[in-house]
Nanobody
């Protein structure tokens, strides 16, 4: 069955960095785009970044452009979100998402807290 598992969240000071990982299984990983979303308390889930199946095309929300970088390793079936220059407003639960065979699949999320 399809599984996506996020990891790498934690507590970091403003200006710091974190790298999130999303490990996937149960489908042909190299055939699908992958998305990172985040949801802050009291707010709707928002799209942060997307990467195409080959890793050659990425797009980012304006709020993270220039600070976050998404990449993937199709041998390890894993995508990454490198987050630099973190701000308190980046605090949220970060989710990995794939769309496969007409269904959306989500991980359990990983908490990122940016605070001094």
């Amino acid at each position: 069955q399809v599984q996506v598992v996020e990891s790498g969240g934690g507590l970091v000071q403003p200006g710091g960095s974190l790298r999130l990982s999303c490990a996937a299984s149960g489908f042909i990983f190299s055939n699908v785009a992958v998305r990172w979303y985040r949801q802050a308390p009291g707010k709707e889930r928002e799209l942060v970044a997307v990467i195409d199946s080959t890793g050659s095309i990425t797009n980012y929300a304006d709020s993270v452009k220039g600070r976050f970088t998404m990449s993937r390793d199709n041998v390890k079936n894993t995508v990454y979100l490198q987050m630099n220059s973190l701000k308190p407003e980046d605090t949220a639960v970060y989710y990995c998402n794939v769309f496969w065979h007409l269904s959306n699949y989500w991980g359990q999320g990983t908490q990122v807290t940016v605070s001094s």
